[in-house]
């Protein structure tokens, strides 16, 4: 009788264990923060340059920093915008005096025409003139429509960068002239989308005058592209461009 009840009572222990462990509810997973609404950058190809952004916008700048030399950005950040980071990121490598990156991230603001100004010098050299200087005017334009904004790009863009959600659009435009045999042969990346391609004459009676040449481009799913343009004859198969324009494109 004693090994009859202690079976029972292993059984009911176990039946009640098997209960509690399928009551017990499952942690809920972490939630991973959204990306920013829209991510714009730029980088020492961009310096000099004006662009318009809507206020919530993403700035992100991203220069090249070697601490080994004493040189270092000291970047002023106006009013209008909020800094959301101010990264240096070491470079990946073990070589000795090797260059990294700095990376500043700005909110865009109140609307307003804000520039930010950096300088590369050495702390220590009060009155010495800096090394390189980096200027980026942002004029931040009361919101609109955020999904139906178009990034524009033109030549001032070549060889940069430029980055964005999914599903929104970016313009390219360059200068064109027909007239001397030449034109843009543009290669758009399987990942983005070419929504338009079109040549837009010159206003101008004036023979020879140039056109431009407008493609508007839409980034269907994430990843990084490259944008490449070559500005050819194209009965000259071997002959070289007479000019190009590439854009890394990342889309988030």
């Given at each position: 009788?004693?090994?009859?009840?202690?079976?029972?009572l292993?059984?009911?222990?176990?039946l009640?264990?098997?209960?509690?462990?399928?009551?017990e509810?499952?942690?809920a997973?972490p939630?991973t923060p959204?990306?920013?609404v829209?991510?714009?950058?730029?980088?020492?190809?961009?310096?000099?340059?004006?662009?318009?952004?809507?206020?919530g916008?993403i700035?992100?700048?991203?220069?090249?920093e070697?601490?080994?030399?004493?040189?270092?950005?000291?970047?002023?950040v106006?009013a209008?915008?909020t800094?959301k980071?101010?990264?240096?990121?070491?470079?990946?490598?073990?070589?000795?005096?090797?260059p990294?990156t700095?990376?500043w991230?700005?909110e865009?603001?109140?609307?307003?025409t804000?520039?930010?100004e950096g300088?590369y010098?050495?702390?220590?050299?009060?009155d010495a003139e800096?090394?390189?200087t980096f200027?980026l005017?942002?004029?931040?334009?009361a919101?609109?429509?955020?999904?139906?904004?178009v990034l524009?790009v033109?030549?001032?863009n070549?060889?940069?960068m430029?980055g964005?959600?999914?599903?929104m659009q970016?313009r390219?435009?360059?200068a064109?002239n027909p007239t001397?045999g030449?034109?843009?042969?543009?290669t758009?990346?399987e990942?983005l989308?070419l929504v338009s391609?079109?040549?837009?004459?010159?206003?101008?009676?004036?023979?020879?005058?140039?056109?431009t040449?407008?493609?508007?481009i839409?980034?269907d799913?994430p990843?990084?592209?490259v944008v490449?343009g070559?500005?050819?004859r194209p009965?000259?198969?071997?002959?070289e461009p007479?000019?190009?324009f590439?854009l890394e494109?990342?889309?988030?």
């Amino acid at each position: 009788m004693i090994r009859k009840g202690l079976f029972i009572l292993l059984i009911a222990t176990a039946l009640l264990f098997a209960a509690g462990c399928v009551s017990e509810q499952p942690d809920a997973p972490p939630q991973t923060p959204a990306p920013p609404v829209s991510l714009h950058m730029f980088d020492a190809t961009n310096d000099g340059g004006s662009y318009t952004f809507e206020p919530g916008e993403i700035i992100r700048i991203t220069l090249a920093e070697n601490p080994t030399t004493g040189y270092s950005w000291d970047m002023a950040v106006p009013a209008g915008l909020t800094l959301k980071r101010d990264e240096f990121i070491a470079p990946d490598t073990e070589l000795a005096g090797a260059p990294g990156t700095h990376v500043w991230e700005f909110e865009a603001g109140a609307p307003g025409t804000y520039i930010v100004e950096g300088k590369y010098l050495r702390p220590w050299e009060a009155d010495a003139e800096p090394a390189e200087t980096f200027t980026l005017t942002i004029i931040v334009e009361a919101a609109t429509e955020p999904t139906s904004r178009v990034l524009e790009v033109d030549e001032t863009n070549n060889g940069g960068m430029i980055g964005f959600d999914t599903g929104m659009q970016f313009r390219i435009t360059l200068a064109e002239n027909p007239t001397t045999g030449y034109s843009w042969d543009m290669t758009i990346p399987e990942g983005l989308t070419l929504v338009s391609d079109e040549f837009i004459a010159p206003d101008t009676e004036l023979m020879g005058a140039p056109g431009t040449h407008v493609w508007l481009i839409q980034g269907d799913k994430p990843g990084e592209y490259v944008v490449d343009g070559k500005y050819i004859r194209p009965w000259e198969a071997d002959g070289e461009p007479a000019d190009t324009f590439t854009l890394e494109v990342m889309v988030g």
